[in-house]
């Protein structure tokens, strides 16, 4: 159940974008998205210029992802409200295939994850990353969840490329099959209620 597609709808609804906690998306998520991703990307260091592009960018994808999941047109788009469009737009679809609003969150949280900047997600980045949402008692789970998420390639390189992250996250969000390798992109998943 928790690798379930529509728990890990829910999931993404939850513990990526819903930054003020209030169980629906809003303008403000994407607010404080543009505040959240500055403080990464600059190690904690506030760089204006940083921060007026990244207000650009999340005010353009808040409203580019309300004209295809705000279907009540209240300002906010509602878990289910979400899935639909989900539903309707990735499921099954490629990464390329998807609406550019969910192209550029998937880019940008490739940056925010790889914290060295190195084009690379390595198992220390991941583990950063997945403790960033969830509570976890045990490294061995996290770890045992990015040994299934990567490949031998991936081992290889060193870790997850741009284009991989894109891939896996893509299949995430739209392939429903909870054996697929990419249920794994965020860690070991709980229900979410």
Avoid: H
């Amino acid at each position: 159940m928790a690798y379930s597609w529509d728990n890990r709808v829910k999931y993404v609804v939850r513990y990526m974008y819903d930054i003020d906690n209030n169980g629906f998306l809003d303008k403000n998520d994407f607010e404080c998205l543009a505040l959240r991703n500055t403080l990464i990307e600059g190690r904690g260091e506030f760089n204006d210029a940083a921060y007026a592009n990244n207000q650009k960018v999340m005010s353009n994808l808040w409203n580019e992802i309300a004209e295809l999941a705000d279907f009540n047109k209240d300002g906010e788009v509602t878990v289910d409200e979400f899935k639909k469009a989900v539903q309707n737009l990735c499921v099954g679809k490629k990464y390329d295939e998807f609406p550019s609003c969910f192209k550029t969150v998937i880019s940008r949280l490739f940056r925010t994850v790889d914290i060295n900047g190195d084009g690379l997600v390595g198992v220390d980045e991941y583990r950063l990353d997945c403790i960033s949402r969830a509570a976890f008692s045990s490294i061995k789970d996290i770890d045992d969840a990015y040994s299934k998420l990567t490949t031998d390639d991936d081992k290889k390189a060193g870790g997850i490329s741009l284009a991989r992250y894109q891939e896996l996250y893509a299949q995430f969000i739209s392939n429903p099959d909870e054996s697929c390798n990419a249920v794994y992109l965020f860690g070991p998943l709980k229900v979410v209620e």
